[in-house]
């Protein structure tokens, strides 16, 4: 059976598993050796090329997953986006990228783009349009990420992949909130694919990996320049990021169930002024939602209204921990203001819609009566009496 016709868990289970051929265990051998045979064989492996034998394999799984040809893992999600970006953008050319996206990606770009001649726009909002707008002659390259961080704001996917397949230009896609149990860029047109497996990949809060997944043809490109940059991730911690892989749909899938009823549950709390979920029927991005993805994710953003304080609740959590970060099995929030976009001025975070009362809520695998519970003590206790 084809990767493809097989169903998610199967594939996450399965797909690119390493045969254990001498003692017939049932998951992958580890192969720690970073010196191989080179004189009969075909490929010569090496930690760093990307290919001994557990990086190869456990490559083909994310391929799977993304209904790619082709995937390489790195030691990092920067790892990954920083050789993409540099593979397809050159001196002189010029990159679309979209206003709302991971703070690392944009300090990388706003940072170290001018040391190698490369232009770029940032898009004004995430419309279609406002991308085809930033467009010039000399645009290589298109970059999204949806669902967005930490307001859950959605890119039309096919617009944008439709928009630069007739321009010649080459897409990528940050995957990592969605992950490809919920949205698959490959299939609405994206060329490539891109996630920081520290994120649901690796799904427990102890790994940090990178991924990429594109075609046969892209990912050669891209391990061209990757081989040299050295971003390789250590096999030992591949073949962990496989064993979490292998759940990866059952988790992704229960966060996201929990993540649907706590969104329900927020949004009628009277401490709650807004609530931020593209699962929510009042989310202005339902709609889209319902056409690119299979799921609405499990991370989700809400405001507390005042005298209910954003600290005080943090502080107040019994369970859910104020933690850097997502993704992990457990639950945890953290205040987009005093982390991921504390570097913006307050008047940069306003227009943007990042007040100090905003939390993100990345929603893990508890018990969902349990999350309620503990949201509903810590809103007691964080009630300023005026
Ligand atoms: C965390 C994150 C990254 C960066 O990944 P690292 O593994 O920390 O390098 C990129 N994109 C998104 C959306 C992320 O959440």
Known sequence: MSPKKQGLNTICTHSGSL????????????????????????????????NTPNQEFLSKKIAALEHAEAALIFGSGMAAISATLLTFLKSGDHAVIQNDIYGGTRNF???????????????????????????????TLIYIETPSNPLLKLVDIFAIAKLAKSRQIITAADNTFATPIVQNPIDLGIDIVIHSATKYFGGHSDISAGAVASSQEVMDKIWDLAKDFGGN?????????????????????????????LAKFLEKNKAVKAVHYP?????????????????????????LKDPWNSEGFLKALKLIKPSMSLAGVESTMLLPSKTSHALLTDSERMEQGITDQLIRFSVGIETKSDLIEDIQQALTACHIKK
């Not at 591949?238 to 993540?259: C, D, F, P, Y």
């Open 19 to 50: 045969e254990d051929s001498v003692f017939k265990g049932v998951v992958s051998p580890l192969y720690m050796s970073t010196s191989y045979d080179f004189m009969e064989v075909d490929t010569k492996r090496y930690p760093r090329y990307f």
């Open 279 to 303: 699962g929510l029927k009042s989310s202005e991005y339902h709609s889209l939602a319902k056409i690119q993805m299979k799921g609405y994710g499990a991370m989700l953003s809400f405001e």
């Open 109 to 139: 770009i706003v940072s170290h783009f001018k040391n190698y001649g490369i232009q770029y726009s940032f898009t004004r909002d995430l419309s279609a349009e406002a991308f085809e707008e930033c467009i010039q002659e000399n645009t």
């Open 233 to 261: 991730l250590s096999d030992y911690t591949v073949w962990l990021l496989e064993r979490s892989m292998k759940t990866l749909g059952i988790r992704v899938k229960a966060q996201q169930r929990n993540a649907k009823r």
